[in-house]
């Protein structure tokens, strides 16, 4: 069974900053990529950031300069560091990971739970 548990959201006033985490536990071989989606309300979920097991990224438009995700292997942890937040970024944030259980498995992929982050004044 694996495992993605987020923690670090919370209510945050425009221009500040968040740094989300995001803990893979559980029966794994190995995390391929991984990433940060956000839903809202009525609204597909949509990518925020991802990042390779070899440490390319790529984020979306709305966030370059802004946010940074990093990972660190040996803790199978992942952050998204926010910085400059405005409304507009309010959304629950999940995060995602493509693991494999066994090394002659396939991937599969797996979702945490999601963490709210509400910036307002």
């Known amino acids: 069974q694996v495992q993605l548990v987020e923690s670090g959201g919370g209510l945050v006033q425009p221009g500040g900053s968040l740094r989300l985490s995001c803990v893979v536990s559980?029966?794994?071989?190995?995390?391929?990529?991984m990433g940060w989606y956000r839903q809202t309300p009525g609204e597909q979920r949509e990518l925020v950031a991802g990042?390779?097991?070899?440490?390319?990224?790529n984020y979306a438009d709305s966030v370059k300069g802004r946010f940074t995700i990093s990972r660190d292997n040996a803790k199978n942890t992942m952050y998204l560091q926010m910085n400059s937040l405005k409304p507009e970024d309010t959304a629950v944030y999940y995060c995602?990971?493509?693991?494999?259980?066994?090394?002659?498995?396939?991937?599969?992929?797996?979702w945490g739970q999601g963490t709210q982050v509400t910036v307002s004044s």
């Open positions: 995602n990971a493509v693991v494999r259980v066994r090394s002659y498995s396939a991937t599969f992929n797996y």
């Open positions: 990042i390779t097991n070899g440490g390319n990224t």
């Open positions: 559980g029966s794994i071989f190995s995390i391929n990529a």
